[in-house]
């Protein structure tokens, strides 16, 4: 198959192609846990604690997570094609690297929800709760909206701490 064609003649030397495909599934997903650790134990606390509103600070951490969301999706896409290639390359596929890829595909389904669900809706009520109390103050929806952003941040803060688990599980077995 395509395996003999990469592994070099040489069987003292490394498998230059295997080394590379490890490193950028292993990279990926420490990227993907340590920004996730980042933005949990650094930026959040730190906005929160020294941004002068509760406002400001949520923006400054909104716009962390869109910019992580973008290192999420490359992460995603460097994790499926890492993990095809070694599976169909060098066979690498046992339980143990099972549950690595089950991990890996919890991960990407909860992230991609989180962007495409869970984070447009909070953006949509973030904008609302923004607006100019004029706007604001007659609107009888207002005390549902808060409720609704609070849930959605729940569910977002479940997803971080769900793929920050899956993360750890994933690296363990890679």
Sequence with gaps: MGCALIAASDSAMPNLTFLGLHFFHTLALALWVGGIVAIGILVAPVAF??????????????????????????????????SVLLVRW???WSPWYAIEYACIALMTGSALVSMF???????????????????????????SAEDEFRRLHRLSVVSMQFNLACGTIAILFS
Excluded: H, K, N, W
């Design 49 to 82: 604690s020294e941004a002068p509103s509760r406002v400001i600070a949520g923006r400054i951490v909104g716009r962390s997570l869109l910019r992580f969301d973008r290192v999420v999706m490359f992460c995603i896409v460097a994790l499926i094609l890492t």
């Design 90 to 92: 060098y066979g690498r």
């Design 117 to 143: 669900v869970i984070t447009p809706r909070m953006q949509r009520l973030r904008l609302q709760r923004e607006r100019p109390p004029s706007e604001t103050s007659e609107d009888p929806g207002a005390d």
